[in-house]
């Protein structure tokens, strides 16, 4: 029987793959060592190929494809309802096969290598701007023992450090103020990184032409224009805004019922670090409403009127993404129309 359909639960060393047959019959259901997996696809005639999406999946996703086989990722949410009891290796992979044949299931777009290294850019960014106010944190706290306050914003902790490290040092124990000035040296450090880290990415965004299109909309920076271009890529995959608003998770959860709506939070579901950079984004245009009021979109003035700050910022955010998508569909820059 000619293989159709090929379900992969991907891993470290030990790949399970399970294929079926045109009408549904099982052909094989085994366990591959990852040096063998390229051979084993090469001698399969070309079929359908789903994995779920995660650590490595579209790496093989590319490889995969590059042989002539159709493949596809899928969440692994969406693959979970497919599991029959137990959980195992084949298990899934037998999950992973159903799935990826279903008329209604949504898949991951496969990312590129140049996508995968902005991102990378962008992990690694995450991490010294994690480390950076961690650091900062710890030292206003130890601090804080001896009556010394320190401003809120890692701002104002980089300047103390700053000050700590040119010889301004508090009159404190002599152990406490080596560690002080051991700790100001790694958070100066961290806080150059980060720079760096900015500075590439400008660098690496005049290489899109999406990153300016993107930077003409109000609250997207040069990081948030860079993140979205890697992650989306074509923003083609959704049919319309609504839907990448839902894919980032801005959009409220709906539990209707009995032809009543019911409307609860966000759900957060989908790309957390785009989202955290949108909304982040969309405080900083509020707080421009103190300097600049005709700066600012009538629209937000009036909603921030009816509702908290936080659901507002929010709210801006929603709508942001839903012109993030007609931006790059459309391929052109922002218009503002005011009312």
Not at 48 to 71: N, P, T
Not at 298 to 318: C, D, F, H, Q, S
Request: with cysteine.
């Amino acid at each position: 029987m000619q293989v159709t359909t090929v379900g992969i639960d991907l891993a470290k060393n030990v790949f399970q793959v399970h294929g079926i047959a045109e009408n549904g019959p099982v052909v094989f259901n085994r366990a591959i060592r990852r040096a063998q997996l390229l051979a084993f696809f090469k001698d399969l005639p070309q079929c359908l190929v789903g994995m779920e999406a995660c650590g490595s999946s579209h790496f093989w996703a590319r490889q995969i494809s590059a042989l002539g086989h159709d493949v596809r990722l899928i969440p692994a949410n969406y693959v979970k309802p497919y599991v029959k009891r137990g959980k195992s290796d084949a298990a899934d992979a037998e999950a992973i096969c159903e799935a990826v044949t279903r008329p209604t299931m949504r898949f991951v777009a496969i990312k590129s290598e140049e996508q995968q290294a902005v991102l990378f850019l962008h992990r690694a960014r995450d991490l010294i701007v994690r480390q950076r106010t961690q650091l900062g944190n710890m030292l206003r706290g130890l601090l804080a023992e001896f009556g010394i306050v320190i401003s809120q914003g890692i701002g104002s902790a980089v300047k103390f450090a700053k000050g700590v490290l040119d010889g301004d040092r508090p009159t404190i124990p002599e152990v406490a103020v080596d560690v002080l000035a051991n700790l100001s040296n790694q958070l100066v450090a961290l806080h150059l990184r980060v720079r760096w880290y900015e500075m590439r990415m400008r660098l690496q965004a005049k290489q899109d032409s999406r990153v300016a299109l993107l930077r003409t909309i109000p609250g997207v920076g040069p990081v948030t224009a860079s993140a979205i271009a890697a992650t989306i890529g074509d923003a083609q995959q959704f049919r319309n805004g609504r839907e990448l608003a839902a894919w980032l998770g801005l959009t409220p959860l709906n539990r209707s019922s009995g032809g009543k709506e019911r409307l609860g939070r966000i759900s957060k579901m989908g790309d957390r670090y785009l989202r955290r950079l949108l909304v982040t984004g969309m405080t900083a245009r509020l707080r421009q409403m103190k300097v600049n009021p005709d700066r600012v979109d009538p629209w937000a003035i009036g909603l921030l009127e009816r509702k908290p700050t936080r659901l507002a910022t929010v709210a801006m955010a929603n709508k942001t993404a839903r012109i993030i998508w007609a931006v790059l569909t459309r391929n052109e820059y922002y218009r503002p129309h005011y009312a």
